[in-house]
């Protein structure tokens, strides 16, 4: 808000009701009309006096705070947001790691386990339960007619 600016006296327009009356003519007239006391100094001892503007209004701050606390809660709200999803990623990787450790050991749990029945022994013991029996004789196959080939004969 700022103060109206000050117009002259002469500047005044006209008061409402009394045609072509100014307010400098009419104050000329109520000046007239008084009688001036003796005591009183006259115009010309009296030091002039002047019309002073209101003075301006000083701009409020609250606007200007509400806008820093609103940004510095906002800042804040970022902040606790991007913090809590780091952290609800870190138990994700943290959860994520301890899965692939245990699939790690079940992995090498599974291949000792396959080495171990693949054993020429534990092999010949399997077949054996099966029923198989081992040949006296060697024999090949030959894989372009399917035939069985006796040894020694290439």
Same mark, same amino acid.
């Given at each position: 808000?700022?103060?109206?600016? $000050?117009?002259?006296?002469?500047?005044?327009?006209?008061?409402?009701?009394?045609?072509?009356?100014?307010?400098?003519?009419?104050?000329?007239?109520?000046?007239?009309?008084?009688?001036?006391?003796?005591?009183?100094?006259?115009?010309?001892?009296?030091?002039? *006096?002047?019309?002073?503007?209101?003075?301006?209004?000083?701009?409020?701050?609250?606007?200007?705070?509400?806008?820093?606390?609103?940004?510095?809660?906002?800042?804040?709200?970022?902040? *606790? *947001?991007?913090? =809590?999803?780091?952290?609800?990623?870190?138990?994700?990787?943290?959860?994520?790691?301890?899965?692939?450790?245990? *699939?790690?050991?079940?992995?090498?749990? $599974?291949?000792?386990?396959?080495?171990?029945?693949?054993?020429?022994?534990?092999?010949?013991?399997?077949? =054996?339960? $099966?029923?198989?029996?081992?040949?006296?004789?060697?024999?090949?196959?030959?894989?372009? =007619?399917?035939?069985? $080939?006796?040894?020694?004969?290439?």
């Amino acid at each position: 808000m700022s103060a109206a600016p $000050l117009r002259r006296v002469q500047d005044a327009p006209s008061r409402p009701g009394v045609p072509g009356q100014t307010r400098s003519s009419a104050a000329a007239r109520a000046a007239t009309a008084r009688t001036a006391p003796a005591s009183r100094p006259t115009s010309d001892q009296r030091p002039r *006096l002047r019309a002073v503007g209101a003075p301006e209004q000083a701009r409020s701050l609250a606007p200007f705070a509400w806008a820093c606390i609103l940004i510095i809660l906002s800042a804040l709200a970022a902040v *606790l *947001l991007l913090n =809590t999803s780091m952290a609800k990623g870190a138990y994700e990787r943290r959860d994520l790691k301890i899965e692939i450790a245990s *699939l790690h050991q079940e992995r090498s749990a $599974l291949v000792t386990a396959l080495e171990a029945n693949s054993a020429p022994n534990l092999l010949a013991d399997a077949a =054996t339960d $099966l029923g198989m029996r081992p040949h006296d004789t060697l024999r090949s196959v030959s894989l372009e =007619t399917g035939a069985v $080939l006796e040894p020694g004969a290439g």
